[in-house]
């Protein structure tokens, strides 16, 4: 089994800032892209950051110069830190990796998701 554990949501005031986790564990063979997606009430889930495993990222253009994606291979974790937040940054946030679990044969590729974190930003 294969799991993504998120951590480091909250409540925040806009201007703020927070900072993600997200550990991947269990039968993992390699990981290659991990991101970070969120989904507000009543809207759907939007990609806001990717970090390949070479260290190659992209951003929603909603959150360029404000968030920042970042890895390391060796804890299979990726954060996501989140500078001058906004009100419209309120959402529940998703970890995703894209994970060659080491039970499976011949070799496959899978999303995998976390649990989800809530960030709020109000004042």
């Known amino acids: 089994q294969v799991q993504l554990v998120e951590s480091g949501g909250g409540l925040v005031q806009p201007g703020g800032s927070l900072r993600l986790s997200c550990a991947a564990s269990?039968?993992?063979?390699?990981?290659?892209?991990m991101g970070w997606y969120r989904q507000a009430p009543g809207k759907q889930r939007e990609l806001v950051a990717t970090?390949?495993?070479?260290?190659?990222?992209d951003y929603a253009d909603s959150v360029k110069g404000r968030f920042s994606i970042s890895r390391d291979n060796a804890k299979n974790t990726v954060y996501l830190q989140m500078n001058s937040l906004k009100p419209e940054d309120t959402a529940a946030y998703f970890c995703?990796?894209?994970?060659?679990?080491?039970?499976?044969?011949?070799?496959?590729?899978?999303?995998?998701w976390g649990q989800g974190t809530q960030v709020t930003v109000s004042s």
């Open positions: 995703n990796g894209r994970i060659y679990p080491d039970n499976v044969w011949p070799r496959r590729e899978s999303d995998y």
């Open positions: 269990g039968r993992i063979f390699s990981i290659t892209a």
């Open positions: 970090v390949s495993s070479g260290g190659s990222t």
